[in-house]
């Protein structure tokens, strides 16, 4: 199942999360993974690196095209990606819009790619 949106991102969140947690990847993507200490080359960091790309290749093959566009800017931050995608479709009400707003009026344009930019809002 991929995320269309607000409408069907209860549904999604489940089936991602039972998936990921299949995985043997929710402590990555709830940020309980921490990156190791070590040089980039240490069997450690690279082991934490691959979940850390996994967790993000899961969520990003489960966004519809319209959505992927959210995904922009995150591509090694699962955690990040998740809490945006929750925090964009997963409440409603004045409080999220109003968080949104906030969020949207504190995205500045330094020069980076658009896409990245438009992900961020």
């Known amino acids: 199942m ?5 409408e069907n991102y ?12 299949a995985a043997n990847l929710l402590e990555t993507l709830m940020g309980e993974d921490e990156k190791p200490n070590g040089g980039p ?12 790309d996994a967790a993000t290749e899961m969520l990003v093959k489960r966004l519809e095209d319209k959505v992927l ?8 931050d699962p955690v990040g990606l998740w809490a945006h995608l929750t925090a964009i479709f997963g409440g409603s009400g ?6 949104m ?5 504190n995205v500045k344009y330094r020069g980076e790619e658009m896409t990245i930019v438009m992900g961020q809002i």
């Open 101 to 105: 707003w906030r969020e949207f009026s």
């Open 94 to 99: 004045v409080g999220v819009a109003v968080r």
């Open 69 to 76: 566009t959210h995904a922009k800017g995150f591509d090694e």
């Open 41 to 52: 080359s240490s069997k450690a960091v690279k082991a934490w690196k691959n979940r850390r």
């Open 10 to 21: 209860r549904a999604w969140e489940y089936r991602t999360r039972v998936a990921v947690r």
């Open 2 to 6: 991929k995320l269309k949106g607000e």
